[in-house]
């Protein structure tokens, strides 16, 4: 059962440290697509919840009057939405916080870049055609829809993330998936790594980048839990690319700069 908050913030538009992005944007604090690798659960430390991470999500009420204030005396930059949430939950059907983000920033002309693993992002396909140099990103992590839906089981499935990306190619809004964190055991392997290559090129991405899982203490704590409850079975694989992260990465980068041969799109390995 997700506990629902309203409150209000007192920024909008911040500064942001990710390479290539001036701005971020977070409309809403926590997120319901509760995926078990979620990297942003560091943010409950600033929120007054003791529920689990996933289960509650705080609507900033007050965000689009802040942004407008905001974005007045804000220099030109590219603008994220969004760093630490999804801008496309389901509670954006109702609240339109993302949607309101993008009309205010269609007036200002400033270049945005939305990641997202839901479809609701083509309800916005009047306003992103509207913006300046819009880009819009899905997040893949695997193409085995059971497995997805465990690990991610409030967002859109994959196949539907797919969709989405060629329907806005069609209507001209240059895409890219992030692929990323790559599953161990369900994503790592070539088969599979290729299988996301040539779905991208079917969907006609610009740019793929390419992570790994990344491990902090709280995410392994959350990951290990689920990992105990849906596959046990697997546990000691996780932890070996937990503890021995390293050789892991250089492994699984290796493999993927030789599988890389199209040049349809461009290949980011981030990690
Ligand atoms: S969509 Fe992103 S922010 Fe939301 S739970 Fe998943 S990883 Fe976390």
Redesign the pocket.
């Known amino acids: 059962m997700l506990k629902l908050k309203e409150i209000t913030c007192k920024n909008a538009l911040v500064k942001s440290r990710i390479s290539g992005v001036d701005y971020c944007l977070n409309p809403y604090t926590g997120?319901e697509?509760?995926?078990a690798?979620?990297?942003?659960i560091f943010m409950k430390r600033f929120t007054d919840h003791s529920e689990e991470w996933?289960s509650f999500v705080d609507v900033k009420v007050n965000f689009l009057e802040r942004l407008e204030k905001e974005i007045k005396r804000a220099k030109p930059g590219t603008v994220m939405l969004s760093s630490?949430?999804?801008p496309y939950?389901p509670l954006e059907e109702k609240y339109k916080l993302t949607r309101g983000a993008l009309e205010i920033l269609s007036k200002y002309n400033f270049p945005v870049h939305i990641q997202t693993?839901s479809d609701l992002v083509l309800r916005d396909i009047d306003l992103l055609k509207k913006l300046n140099e819009p880009e819009v990103g899905f997040?893949i992590t695997c193409l085995n829809p059971e497995i997805q839906r465990k690990f991610?089981p409030g967002?859109s499935s994959t196949e539907k993330r797919f969709e989405a990306l060629k329907k806005l190619n069609q209507e001209g809004i240059n895409t890219f998936i992030f692929f990323g964190p790559i599953l161990p055991y369900f994503s790592d392997t070539e088969k599979s790594i290729n299988s996301v290559f040539n779905k991208a090129i079917e969907a006609a991405v610009k740019y793929i980048y390419v992570d790994k899982m990344n491990y902090t203490p709280s995410i392994w704590a959350r990951l290990n839990n689920f990992l105990r409850l849906n596959f046990p079975e697997l546990l000691s694989q996780y932890q070996s690319t937990y503890y021995s992260n390293g050789s892991y990465a250089e492994k699984l980068r290796t493999k993927i700069r030789k599988l890389y041969k199209d040049s349809s799109f461009e290949l980011e390995v981030v990690f």
Do not use: P
């Open positions: 997120c697509h509760n995926c690798y979620c990297y942003a996933g630490v949430t999804d939950q693993k997040t991610e967002a």
